[in-house]
Structure formats: structure tokens, C-alpha cells
């Protein structure tokens, strides 16, 4: 079977520990990709000849004495790399001169394999490149906490939507909301005691469970969870992990930063499943076919017609860069992008025809409107 997305390891290839390994076939399992079948793990420079199919990364281990940059054989020189170190502090003295250009990330992190999976992924276009959560909270019960994880997971690389930092003066506040609940991949929900008694914190987790984005709950000590809404995952909190300036203490949240980067992969995984899956019950109602998956989870759908086209499922809210990646991806160039267009700004969908109009060749594919789109697309 060939394969769709190749990882190259090279360099001090014995820093690739099974932690790593493990990590990785976690994470592209959420999208039922396996190592060895749709996923190619190259450590020995097996994979002779650059696959313009497949989608391709870089992960170099640098080491003491300094390993060779002997780049392998199926890396294009466009290729994303990612340098690995054993820390941060020593990129001088174990990286040579041609990964300088390279962000580096380092092993003796706790959370490093769990880390270097995802950034793996990311590179291979199967987790958007913005790392999305939304903070879903009461300002009068868990504003310290909000504030907290606004930081922590600021620091480690995630967008992060808290209202009092992100809706600007004049904006209409429930619209704003569920935009950024819609570009979200984990809502992160601060379930204190009366979180439940407000409109807009039963409004967000309602938009969650249709959007089926993740939902990692944190819940405060003695406060019984709601049955009405559907958790991924819970964190419960003890007394014992507050301060007593009403904060959680360091180690509770690198615990909540680690769960979320878990949890994004199987919320990418879960909404890309159910996009697709509409797509198919819309194609075969049209009696076309669903097929050849590729890079970024193309599909194609062909149709009695002898039209054949490219879809491209996105969980993000589209913007012009994921028209421009699309387009270029595909071949042919017939191409659309299938979204869920739930929570998004009227002016931003007005802004998205106005773009597609302006690319040969391109569609739209909303999934609530699955069967006009489609019928749009064949004209």
C-alpha cells in the first residue's frame, strides 16, 4: 500500500525512543491512520524517490558529537523539518548549521512525545496549523482560573478565545461568540457552581455538542455534573488544588494544557468524520462515487456526469489561505472545501463567496446545504 503522509527521521535516529513512536501512531490513529500503512516512517532512508502524493515531514534528532545533515532521499527541499533536542539550551551543541533555520523542540519536556506527535501531525496537514481553544466560564465565580489558562496555554502555543480579551467594544456579543466557538478545537469548560444558571454558558456548550467540538470539563469541588450537555473528558478539583488566592496550582494546570493537547486530535478527527460523512450521503444521492483519499483528507467524488472533483473537509472557519493551499494541492483543479458553516458570521460567509467567485475551478461545500452545494458544483 503506498503510503499518503511519510515522516523522515534522520540524524541521531536512536533519540526516536518508543515514547515517540507510540505518541505519533496515537495521534494519526484518531484519524484511522496507521504506521506502516497509510503512514510511512522512514528512520532508514528507505523510501527512495519524493512521492509528490504524499505529504511529507522532517524530524531530525540532533545528538553530541553533532550528527551529519545527510537529508533524506524523499525530503523535498520544501519540506517542513522539525529539529529535536535534548533541550532547548543546547540547539549550539547538538544541531548542525543547516537546521538553524528550524524551530527546534526539545525531549526533556514531560510532555515532549506527546508534543512532538502533534506537531508532527500539524506539519502533514491533518490538525490546522492555528491551535484553537475557547474558555467557556463565569467572570464572577472563575475569572483567576480563566486568566490562569489564558496564560498557560498562551505560553504553550495555543489560540486562546476568552471573551474579555478577544470581543472588541461595539461588537455584537453573541455573534462574536459563536464565530470563535466555531474556530475552535477544545471549549474548555470552568464548571463552578453556578456556571449551569447562565444563558451564554449553556449557549456555548450547546453550540459545542452540535459543532461535536471537544469538551474538556473542569469541575469544582462539589459541584455535580450536568447531564444535559456531553463531556469528552473531566477533570475533577479538590480544595487541595486551589490556592488560596482562588488560582489552581501549577501542576493542575500543565495537567489541564496536556489534556487539551490530547484532546485536539480526537475533536479534528471526530468533526472531520462527520463532514465527510455528510459529503458521502450527499454524493450518493446524486449516485456519484467516494473515493482515492489523499493529502490534507481529500476525498474524491466523481458523478454520472463524468465531473470529478476534489473536497477538502476543513474544521477551521475558512479563510483565503485555505483556498490558496487547496488549489494548489489539487490535481486536477477542479476543488471545492467542505465546511460546517454553523456560527459563522453572516459577513464572513458573504466574504467567502466573494472569494470563491474570484477562483476558477472552485466550490464551496456547506454541510448544511450539502445537496445545493453539490447540485451547484456539477453546473
Known amino acids: 500500500m503506498t503510503a499518503t503522509y511519510e515522516i523522515c527521521a534522520f540524524g541521531n535516529t536512536r533519540a526516536l525512543t518508543p515514547q515517540i513512536e507510540a505518541a505519533i501512531a496515537a495521534h494519526f490513529g484518531e484519524f484511522s491512520l496507521r504506521i506502516g500503512n497509510e503512514v510511512a516512517l522512514d528512520r532508514s532512508n528507505f523510501l527512495t524517490r519524493r512521492n509528490p502524493k504524499t505529504s511529507t515531514v522532517g524530524l531530525f534528532f540532533g545528538g553530541d558529537p553533532i550528527p551529519s545533515w545527510t537529508r533524506p532521499t524523499a525530503l523535498a527541499d520544501t519540506d517542513p523539518i522539525i529539529p529535536i533536542v535534548s533541550d532547548l539550551t543546547r540547539c549550539d551543541t547538538e544541531l548542525p548549521s543547516e537546521a538553524s533555520i528550524f524551530n527546534a523542540m526539545p525531549t526533556n519536556d514531560p510532555s515532549a512525545a506527546l508534543k512532538i506527535a502533534a506537531a508532527t501531525a500539524e506539519c502533514l496537514g491533518l490538525l490546522p496549523s492555528r491551535r484553537r481553544v475557547f474558555l467557556s466560564y463565569r467572570r464572577d465565580e472563575s475569572t483567576p482560573v480563566a486568566l490562569q489558562l489564558h496564560a498557560a496555554l498562551s505560553k504553550a502555543q495555543f489560540d486562546v478565545f476568552l471573551d474579555t480579551h478577544e470581543i472588541r467594544p461595539g461588537a455584537v456579543f453573541q455573534n462574536s461568540l459563536m464565530h470563535s466557538l466555531s474556530d475552535c478545537d477544545v471549549l474548555v469548560m470552568l464548571d463552578t457552581p453556578k456556571y449551569v444558571d447562565s444563558k451564554w454558558a449553556t449557549m456555548e456548550l450547546l453550540r459545542a455538542n452540535e459543532l461535536n467540538c471537544a469538551v474538556l470539563r473542569l469541575g469544582w469541588p462539589s459541584v455535580v455534573t450536568d447531564r444535559r450537555f456531553?463531556?469528552?473528558?473531566?477533570?475533577?478539583?479538590?480544595?487541595?488544588?486551589?490556592?488560596?488566592?482562588?488560582?489552581?496550582?501549577?501542576?493542575?494546570?500543565?495537567?489541564?494544557?496536556?489534556?487539551?493537547?490530547?484532546?485536539?486530535?480526537?475533536?479534528?478527527?471526530?468533526?472531520?468524520?462527520?463532514?465527510?460523512?455528510?459529503?458521502?450521503?450527499?454524493?450518493?444521492?446524486?449516485?456519484?462515487?467516494?473515493?482515492?483519499?489523499?493529502?490534507?483528507?481529500?476525498?474524491?467524488?466523481?458523478?454520472?456526469?463524468?465531473?470529478?472533483?476534489?473536497?477538502?473537509?476543513?474544521?477551521?472557519?475558512?479563510?483565503?489561505?485555505?483556498?490558496?493551499?487547496?488549489?494548489?494541492?489539487?490535481?486536477?483543479?477542479?476543488?471545492?472545501?467542505?465546511?460546517?458553516?454553523?456560527?459563522?458570521?453572516?459577513?464572513?460567509?458573504?466574504?467567502?463567496?466573494?472569494?470563491?467567485?474570484?477562483?476558477?475551478d472552485f466550490h464551496w461545500l456547506r454541510s448544511g446545504y450539502i445537496d445545493a452545494d453539490l447540485t451547484e458544483a456539477l453546473k
Open 230 to 360: 456531553t463531556f469528552t473528558d473531566q477533570i475533577a478539583l479538590s480544595r487541595m488544588h486551589f490556592t488560596d488566592r482562588r488560582k489552581l496550582r501549577a501542576v493542575r494546570i500543565q495537567r489541564v494544557v496536556d489534556s487539551i493537547e490530547q484532546l485536539r486530535s480526537k475533536s479534528v478527527a471526530v468533526r472531520q468524520a462527520k463532514l465527510l460523512g455528510t459529503l458521502r450521503s450527499g454524493v450518493l444521492r446524486k449516485s456519484g462515487t467516494f473515493s482515492h483519499p489523499g493529502q490534507m483528507r481529500r476525498v474524491e467524488v466523481g458523478f454520472p456526469s463524468g465531473k470529478t472533483i476534489h473536497v477538502y473537509p476543513i474544521v477551521d472557519v475558512p479563510r483565503s489561505e485555505h483556498v490558496e493551499r487547496v488549489v494548489e494541492n489539487a490535481d486536477p483543479k477542479n476543488c471545492a472545501l467542505l465546511y460546517d458553516h454553523l456560527g459563522v458570521k453572516e459577513q464572513w460567509r458573504s466574504h467567502l463567496e466573494w472569494l470563491g467567485a474570484r477562483v476558477d
